[in-house]
């Protein structure tokens, strides 16, 4: 590897740190990581309301009790055998030891808890390059972008790694070398985490051609190509120690390119909706007349990063998140370089406030050991007292009762949102959130169905899947026909959910026609 001292452009001055800076002293990355834990632990309903979060328990359960990762479905009475490889199975054995230790209040707390990690390691790298006002108000409006989309499921528990290998790479090009070889086994779990982790490769690759033009006909061109040129060889081969191999990066294409239909219907797809103020409108606003005000400028490759981040949070709401936590690195160096070089011209000093500098110092430890304190022993004390329990919007708990209370069997059409909570509970699904498994044609023939697109669409899929019973929302379209249907009966009524059985099935027991 190529190594150089590291270059000073853009980053700030650090605040000297004494030996008698004080113990119990508290720094802005640990507040800010304190705050962003216990608003998402106190807001659990939030982090649960995802119905995936189930089958990923699920799946983790299946793979401890056959010590193995599974090849083909083991979930759905219709696609039993389909060729499926959990692509995300590290993430969810954690998932399910932790549930297992601990229920909905620990994963809960570890979900919150990787969150909270990641936006630490934002804060304290930005207090590297801008001072602490612009590092929090950056810190801030990456936790808002990234709050909707933070949820019990993988993608949480890699994003600690998504930054540390994101780190890697600014750092490395910064000091003009190529990344250090430790990054190589964050990718590799990163890579059996989560399926995001192509995005790191992509990185890579733009960090390279990056280092390569700045060394464009100088002396350093070849070790510089041939530096990066082997590091992000290495990352691919890394990302391959999966499972999958190679078809752990054919995902991403198969989810972003050949899943249309299920990007159209699967709300985390859609495109953010403008009509209501959110994060990414504060955001975009503030960059344009921070650039148009200050004429900042970006290089040439952090731009279209800048512009490739933005345009997937333009295109799918669930990468807003990628831009609010990644954007701060590509632009923060920059940045800082430019706004201080102004600064000087002007004759004016940056503003540097003694508050907001004494606490960008490291923490003292003892705050960090009652900080580690809080955060684990507030989940304990929660579990005992008030355990955290999945909101009934995503677990249908009493309509499922009461069709196992009164013995009801068989194939079950149940509704898509609802099929990772029957994976959890051992009951065969119809379908649940395994969309790349599924495929389109399946999602469309079954979505069109219940919204009754067709004349006699659900009636054909009742018969041909020789369905049972039907666990659906009130409000679907195709409960009015149910009810009509001849054969069938509504067997169970709440605010959350319907229940048809076959009219051949018991009546409950005190239960509502």
């Given at each position: 590897m190529i190594e150089a001292p590291e270059l000073t452009l853009g980053v700030r001055p650090q605040p000297a740190v004494g030996a008698a800076r004080g113990a119990w002293l508290f720094s802005w990355p640990l507040l800010v990581g304190?705050?962003?834990?216990?608003?998402?632990?106190?807001?659990?309903?939030?982090?649960?309301?995802?119905?995936?979060?189930?089958?990923?328990?699920?799946?983790?359960?299946w793979m401890f009790e056959h010590g193995r990762v599974p090849d083909a479905d083991p979930f759905s009475h219709t696609m039993p055998g389909a060729a499926w490889t959990a692509h995300e199975w590290l993430s969810e054995v954690i998932l399910a030891a932790v549930h297992q230790a601990g229920g909905w209040t620990a994963l809960v707390a570890l979900t919150a808890g990787a969150f909270a990690l990641t936006v630490v390691l934002?804060?304290?790298?930005?207090?590297?390059?801008?001072?602490?006002v612009y590092a929090l108000l950056f810190a801030g409006l990456a936790v808002g972008?990234?709050?909707?989309h933070v949820l019990v499921r993988p993608h949480v528990l890699a994003m600690p790694l998504m930054m540390v290998w994101a780190l890697g790479l600014v750092r490395a090009a910064e000091a003009g070398r190529s990344p250090s070889l430790w990054l190589l086994p964050v990718m590799a779990v990163w890579a059996n985490l989560h399926g995001g982790f192509t995005l790191g490769?992509?990185?890579?690759?733009?960090?390279?051609?990056?280092?390569?033009?700045?060394?464009?006909?100088?002396?350093?061109?070849?070790?510089?190509?041939?530096?990066?040129?082997?590091?992000?060889?290495?990352?691919?081969?890394?990302?391959l120690v999966t499972p999958n191999g190679v078809g752990g990066i054919r995902f991403t294409w198969q989810v972003l390119v050949e899943s249309g239909y299920a990007l159209q219907r699967i709300g985390e797809w859609w495109s953010p909706d403008f009509q209501t103020l959110q994060p990414l409108e504060l955001w975009l606003l503030g960059g344009l007349a921070m650039v148009m005000h200050q004429g900042l400028r970006l290089p040439p490759l952090r731009l279209a990063l800048l512009l490739g981040l933005l345009h997937l949070a333009l295109k799918h709401m669930r990468y807003v998140e990628l831009l609010g936590l990644l954007a701060p690195l590509?632009?923060?160096?920059?940045?800082?370089?430019?706004?201080?070089?102004?600064?000087?011209?002007?004759?004016?000093?940056?503003?540097?406030?003694?508050?907001?500098?004494?606490?960008?110092?490291?923490?003292?430890?003892?705050?960090?050991?009652?900080?580690?304190?809080?955060v684990a022993g507030v989940p304990v004390l929660v579990a005992r007292v008030q355990p955290v329990v999945p909101p009934a919007l995503v677990a249908p708990a009493a309509a499922v009762r009461a069709v196992q209370d009164a013995g009801i069997r068989g194939p079950v059409l149940n509704n898509y949102s609802w099929g990772g909570y029957l994976v959890y509970l051992g009951i065969p699904p119809f379908i649940d959130g395994r969309a790349d498994m599924y495929g389109d044609a399946f999602l469309k023939q079954y979505m069109e169905a219940l919204e009754l697109r067709t004349s006699d669409g659900l009636e054909r899929l009742v018969d041909r899947y020789r369905i049972g019973w039907t666990l659906l929302p009130a409000g679907t379209p195709g409960i009015a026909l149910l009810d009509r249907l001849?054969?069938?009966?509504?067997?169970?009524?709440?605010?959350?959910?319907?229940?048809?059985?076959?009219?051949?099935?018991?009546?409950?027991q005190g239960g509502q026609p």
């Open positions: 304190l705050a962003s834990f216990f608003y998402c632990f106190f807001h659990s309903d939030k982090l649960l309301r995802d119905g995936d979060t189930f089958w990923h328990v699920g799946a983790g359960r934002l804060t304290r790298a930005l207090l590297r390059w801008v001072e602490p972008m990234a709050a909707s490769l992509a990185l890579a690759v733009a960090f390279a051609l990056e280092a390569s033009i700045a060394a464009w006909r100088g002396p350093r061109l070849a070790p510089t190509v041939r530096s990066w040129g082997l590091f992000v060889l290495l990352a691919a081969a890394s990302a590509l632009v923060a160096a920059p940045f800082a370089a430019q706004w201080r070089a102004r600064a000087r011209g002007a004759g004016q000093a940056p503003m540097l406030d003694r508050f907001f500098e004494r606490l960008a110092r490291p923490a003292g430890v003892a705050a960090m050991a009652l900080a580690a304190a809080l001849p054969g069938w009966r509504r067997f169970h009524t709440d605010e959350i959910a319907v229940v048809h059985v076959r009219a051949a099935m018991p009546t409950p």
